[in-house]
């Protein structure tokens, strides 16, 4: 299968750089300096897991340069990246292509599927600790490398395409979840990642505050109730206590990592807080639910009703 990586972050490299490194058919949608260097010196990823690769030979292109058709393409921008993203996707996807979206935020697959009238889009999450140290050079930290994706409801796909894609992500060393109730499953990494990167970013924190007992961890816990409320009024049936499957998440991450969202805050980039705070807020008071200490920091980076 033709696998297309949209986004050269720490995501979209490191599952790209996984699968290329197994000899996988990997084609990389990059821009800027990423695009230049990757063209020029490969790919470097410096992994907990794998220790250190080097492809100094990979498919980079722009999107105006793609002219292929992938079996599978991974979309691995940022959340507010969606709309800049949808004229390749279009461009690349045949009828048959599976498309499964790795970003922050909660129904991003529906979003797609809504802007297509091809190929199938799943839901899908991912699990790790990664960032761009120069371009064309990634560091993974840690061994926590997963992806979640599945199918929607109502959308019907060949299981068999799907697991061997499963298969082929596992052969090149991550751990994939093949969901069957996906909708669940995004929220739940939703859930995480908004508590983790919302108590960060307004506290100006890293993970290693919110692992010890004090008021960094019990914002962080607060936050966890709250956006889990939203989750039961939307009726999602939860398998594992939220609250206490965010802690051990917490707790599995490399002490001194801080989320994207934080990063982007400190070097004054664009940022995913409307989809991971503000978003948070618009959903409670859809469904009449009292966030607090969301409402709190949401209001100190300058939401407005």
Do not use: W
């Amino acid at each position: 299968m033709k696998y297309l990586i949209i986004g050269t972050g720490g995501t979209g490299c490191c599952i790209g750089g996984f699968l290329a490194a197994n000899n996988n058919d990997v084609t990389f949608i990059s821009r800027g300096e990423n695009l230049e260097q990757m063209k020029k010196n490969g790919l470097k990823i410096k992994s907990g897991i794998m220790g250190d690769i080097h492809l100094p030979k990979i498919k980079v292109l722009s999107s105006e340069e793609y002219v292929d058709k992938a079996d599978v393409i991974f979309i691995c921008v940022k959340s507010y990246s969606i709309n800049d993203v949808l004229d390749i996707i279009k461009k690349a996807a045949h009828e048959n292509s599976i498309i499964i979206p790795t970003m922050n935020g909660y129904s991003i697959g529906e979003r797609i599927s809504n802007s297509l009238n091809t190929a199938y889009v799943l839901d899908g999450c991912i699990y790790i600790s990664a960032f761009v140290d120069s371009p064309g050079s990634i560091v993974q930290l840690g061994n926590l490398f997963k992806i979640v994706f599945g199918t929607r409801k109502g959308v019907s796909v060949n299981s068999g395409v799907v697991k061997d894609i499963k298969n082929t992500l596992k052969d090149c060393g991550i751990d994939v979840v093949l969901s069957e109730k996906i909708e669940r499953d995004t929220f739940k990494k939703f859930s995480f990642v908004s508590s983790c990167a919302s108590c960060g970013a307004y506290y100006d924190i890293p993970v290693k505050a919110m692992q010890q007992d004090g008021k960094y961890r019990q914002t962080f816990k607060e936050l966890c109730e709250e956006i889990k409320q939203i989750g039961n009024n939307l009726e999602i049936d939860f398998d594992v206590d939220l609250t206490k499957e965010n802690l051990k998440i917490l707790d599995s991450l490399t002490p001194y990592a801080t989320s994207s969202m934080q990063k982007d805050i400190k070097k004054g980039r664009k940022t995913e807080i409307d989809g991971l705070i503000f978003e948070v807020i618009r959903m409670a008071n859809n469904l009449g639910v009292y966030t607090p200490v969301y409402s709190m920091i949401a209001k100190h980076f300058g939401y407005t009703l």
